[in-house]
């Protein structure tokens, strides 16, 4: 098992900007494909953001329609987080966020799998995130 472990939820008004940070070890954050995803009471769990592991600099990112362009996945490998920082904040963007973390190094299909909760074997706790009008 691999412990993960988010913060830097909160709350916040429309417009307004927050930084998630999920705590990892140091092989999950620098190889093992990473994700975000956000779930609200009485829906299924939605992939926000991935991010592949390996070299600095080739990262592959995938960010769902909803975030794109206000969402930014980035790797701290000396701190061993990945970090969502998330501009622009919508009222539908309140949810709980959960980092992930899939088994190995490589997801094959990639650019579908990555939204996918099933792709990923491991889970943080979730970091509440609230955004008011």
């Known amino acids: 098992q691999v412990d993960l472990v988010e913060s830097g939820g909160g709350s916040v008004q429309a417009g307004g900007s927050l930084i998630l940070s999920c705590a990892a070890p140091?092989?999950?954050?620098?190889?093992?494909?990473m994700g975000w995803f956000r779930q609200v009471p009485g829906k299924e769990r939605e992939g926000v953001a991935s991010?592949?592991?390996?070299?600095?600099?080739?990262?592959?990112?995938y960010y769902a329609d909803s975030v794109e362009g206000r969402f930014h996945l980035s790797k701290n490998s000396a701190a061993k987080t990945l970090n969502l920082q998330m501009e622009s904040l919508k009222v539908e963007d309140s949810a709980t966020y959960y980092c992930?973390?899939?088994?190995?190094?490589?997801?094959?299909?990639?650019?579908?799998?990555?939204?996918?909760?099933?792709?990923?074997?491991?889970w943080g706790q979730g970091t509440p995130v609230t955004v008011s009008a």
């Open positions: 140091e092989y999950v954050v620098n190889f093992r494909w």
């Open positions: 992930a973390a899939v088994n190995g190094g490589f997801m094959a299909g990639a650019d579908h799998r990555w939204k996918r909760p099933e792709t990923y074997a491991h």
């Open positions: 991010i592949s592991g390996g070299l600095a600099g080739q990262y592959v990112t």
